[in-house]
């Protein structure tokens, strides 16, 4: 079975601080990892993916996310929040082969102050 | 392009009543997802369609729930009778192949009172 953690439900930074917003996943086999963002009332929006390939990804908004073997995690960070950041963000993984659907985490709370 | 088109936004029943929520994908979108979205937690899929076929549906409660994907484009997601644990946000989801990124529409929000 495949499951992602997402430890935080809420990460407070204030505007112009670097963010990071926490993941682990457990798959069997080689993952798919997802970042979704979601704002009131919309549904989910891609931020970035990795396949395979460089760890570091970079994705919409300026959000790029570290993919970590070894800790089985995929982090996504930003150097730079803004007011406009704040969200709910999900992380979500899937094996890279055979058949797999997406599974999300319970999704973290973005809140960037000014 | 233009993007997932669900409807209602919102939907307001009464226990034991049936509702049904249509989903209108990307064009050229073979695969289809209706994701079940209860308060506080992550998207949790409940069947996926390969152009008008089921994939998956194994976390679908079929006692009450239905979905069908006619001519392999819309779909349909029904329940009946609507408990009230059923209230959630119901998302559906296209995508182009089985491991592209998924597309998401805004979602219907379904409260059963």
């Known amino acids: 079975a495949q499951s992602v953690a997402q430890p935080e439900d809420q990460v407070k930074v204030a505007e112009g601080n670097p963010l990071t917003v926490k993941c682990t996943y457990s798959?069997?086999?080689?993952?798919?990892l997802f970042w979704y963002v979601q704002y009131p009332n919309r549904g989910l929006q891609f931020l970035l993916k990795y396949i395979t390939g460089d760890n570091l990804v970079k994705g919409s908004y300026g959000f790029e996310a570290e993919f970590n073997k070894s800790q089985t995690s995929f982090h996504l960070k930003k150097p730079s929040a803004l007011v406009s950041d704040s969200a709910l963000y999900f992380c979500?993984?899937?094996?890279?082969?055979?058949?797999?659907?997406?599974?999300f985490g319970k999704g973290t709370m973005l809140l960037v102050s000014p | 392009e233009a993007g997932v088109a669900q409807s209602p936004r919102y939907k307001i029943i009464e226990k034991r009543q049936s509702v049904a929520f249509w989903c209108n994908p990307i064009s050229g979108h073979a695969t289809l997802y209706w994701y079940q979205q209860i308060l506080g937690q992550g998207p949790k899929l409940l069947i996926q369609f390969q152009n008008n076929g089921v994939v998956d549906d194994s976390q679908l409660p079929k006692d009450r729930f239905s979905a069908e994907r006619l001519k392999g484009v819309d779909s349909t997601l029904k329940i009946q009778p609507a408990k009230l644990e059923d209230s959630a946000v119901y998302l559906c989801?296209?995508?182009?192949?089985?491991?592209?990124?998924?597309?998401f529409g805004s979602g219907t929000r379904l409260t059963v009172v």
């Open positions: 798959v069997s086999g080689n993952p798919y």
């Open positions: 989801a296209s995508s182009l192949g089985e491991f592209d990124g998924y597309t």
């Open positions: 979500a993984v899937r094996v890279r082969s055979g058949y797999s659907t997406l599974t």
